[in-house]
């Protein structure tokens, strides 16, 4: 039975050395976001955010940092959170696809919206 398992192990070995090796796919890293804020989203508490946006997709947390995700029909907006004091606040947002002028698409932001901004 030793002989068997032994044979086998070693016919296994072979097959596994002739096998084609292939080269990992590398993908290059995209271009950085451009830069700016949308001015009525940055520093909005999660609260004020769960009123303009609803509930999220999904929420990730690490440590003093959060990552919500809202999901549209065209597009993903990403509202990442950062501590505040004893709260959190946005501090950055992104989507999918990206803005021209800045790293948040104003189209799909208003979009994913389910009421109206404040009236400045």
């Known amino acids: 039975m030793k002989r068997v398992v032994c044979v086998f192990a070693l016919g296994l070995l072979a097959a596994a050395c002739a096998a084609p090796q292939t080269a990992p796919t590398i ?65 950055h947002v992104e989507t999918i696809p990206r803005g021209e002028k800045e790293a948040a698409d104003p189209d799909c932001l208003k979009s994913l919206r389910v009421s109206p901004p404040p009236v400045s």
């Open 27 to 91: 993908n290059a890293i995209p271009p950085a976001p451009p830069k700016g804020e949308p001015s009525d989203l940055t520093g909005m508490a999660p609260s004020a955010l769960r009123v303009a946006f609803g509930a999220p997709a999904f929420v990730r947390k690490d440590g003093a940092a959060q990552m919500w995700r809202y999901d549209g029909v065209s597009c993903k907006a990403f509202f990442f959170l950062y501590r505040d004091g004893d709260d959190f606040a946005v501090r």
